[in-house]
Every structure is written in structure tokens, then in C-alpha cells.
């Protein structure tokens, strides 16, 4: 596995960052995601209804994931798997993923799963922009192989980040290819913006239809 070959510079959103940097990026994930939940709700509500009409589970999908410091918290998301794994052992989705439902296929390439997180930033467990938390299982998995994978703490997680507009969603099914994906979350941690997180989120649009999430 490679090193890193990015060059940080020493400044970032990490522990270093100061007061006004924190609020200001705290401010746009409130704004963001109450405007979101705003607009989205008729969409919200439909997804739910397709889900409980569907295979018999719950509408929620909810699993521990690690956040800002390494704090555990439970990330939410749309069902869209016959499964809900939270322990020692937990599969990737894959592409032709049996486990995934028919409405779950639609909601896992359009990222409409993924909605529910807006509750968590407003929490305060997330940020809109951020590296994506990774189950518990894979976070202790990926920490053994992949330099500075816990540098990855020093934010809090986003429902979307640098990783994933510069091509990196979807399964990491090799430890290269995470590596890949912490090298890009690391980037970001040390050479955050408010301009950064505005052009994160634009372009987060424009990276949902592509081919990359099962």
C-alpha cells in the first residue's frame, strides 16, 4: 500500500481551528439541513411510506458509526437491505447486493437513503461536509492497515465529502482503495474552508448520478 503522497499544509478545521471557523461551519450545517428537511419533506414522506409498504422491518436503518474524537453515535439511514448488521462482522453492499430490497436499489443509487443523516447534523453528530463514518467493524479493520486513518476523527462526519466528489463512493473493496479514500478525507481535514464545503456541496449533486453507489 502506498503512503500518502498529498502535501497537508498545517492548518485546517481540525483542534486548531478557531471559534469563528467552528460557528461558521456549524451555522451553514443548521441552515443547510433545516432547508433541506424543509423542502424534502413531501419526498421524506413518500420514501417512508414505499419502505413500509414493502419487505416487513423498520423504516430506519440505524447503526453505531464514529464521529468527531472518536465518539460513537448512531447514524440513520432510509432501510434498504433485508439485514440490519451493527456488530463485529459487517458486509459492504456490493453491486447486485442480494440483500438490498427493490425500493432499496432505487434509494442506494440516488443516495435518497441517505437523507435521514440531515436529523443527525441537526443533532450535532454530523456535518453536511465531512469524511463519511464508516461502520464500527470497518473503522477497526481499515485503523490496522491505512496511515493516519484516525486523523479522520478530527472533524465530524458528513453526509458528504471530498472523497466522494472527486469519484470515491460506493464499496472500497480492497484496502487500496480505502487508503484512496482516507488519503482524500485527511486532504480535506487539513485544507478546510467554508469556500470548500460550498463547493463540496455543489458538486455533491452533479455526483449522485453517476455509476458508484450500490
Known amino acids: 500500500m502506498s503512503e500518502y503522497r498529498v502535501s497537508y499544509t498545517s492548518y485546517g478545521i481540525g483542534n486548531s481551528a478557531g471559534a469563528f471557523q467552528r460557528a461558521a461551519k456549524r451555522a451553514l450545517d443548521v441552515i443547510g ?10 419526498l421524506l414522506s413518500i420514501v417512508a411510506i414505499a419502505i413500509a409498504l414493502g419487505r416487513p422491518g423498520p423504516i430506519l436503518f440505524r447503526q453505531r458509526r ?13 432501510r434498504t437491505m433485508n439485514v440490519l448488521e451493527d456488530g463485529p462482522d459487517v458486509k459492504q453492499a456490493c453491486r447486485n447486493d442480494r440483500r438490498v430490497t ?31 463514518p464508516h461502520a ?31 469519484g470515491l463512493r460506493g464499496e472500497t473493496e480492497s484496502i487500496h482503495k480505502m487508503a484512496e479514500r482516507v488519503e482524500y478525507d485527511i486532504w480535506y481535514v487539513r485544507n478546510w474552508s467554508l469556500s470548500l464545503d460550498l463547493r463540496i456541496l455543489l458538486r455533491t449533486g452533479f455526483e449522485v448520478f453517476r455509476d458508484r453507489a450500490y
Open 33 to 42: 439541513a433545516v432547508t433541506a428537511i424543509a423542502c424534502l419533506w413531501p
Open 66 to 78: 464514529s464521529g468527531l474524537n472518536g465518539r460513537t453515535f448512531l447514524i440513520y439511514k432510509f
Open 102 to 132: 427493490r425500493i432499496g436499489k432505487i434509494l442506494r443509487r440516488s443516495s435518497l437513503d441517505e437523507l435521514p443523516q440531515l436529523f443527525n447534523v441537526l443533532k450535532g453528530d454530523m456535518s453536511l461536509v465531512g469524511p463519511r
Open 136 to 166: 464500527l467493524a470497518h473503522d477497526d479493520k481499515y485503523r490496522v492497515h491505512i496511515r493516519h486513518y484516525g486523523d479522520r476523527y478530527n472533524v465530524k462526519p458528513g453526509l458528504t465529502g471530498w472523497a466522494q466528489v472527486n
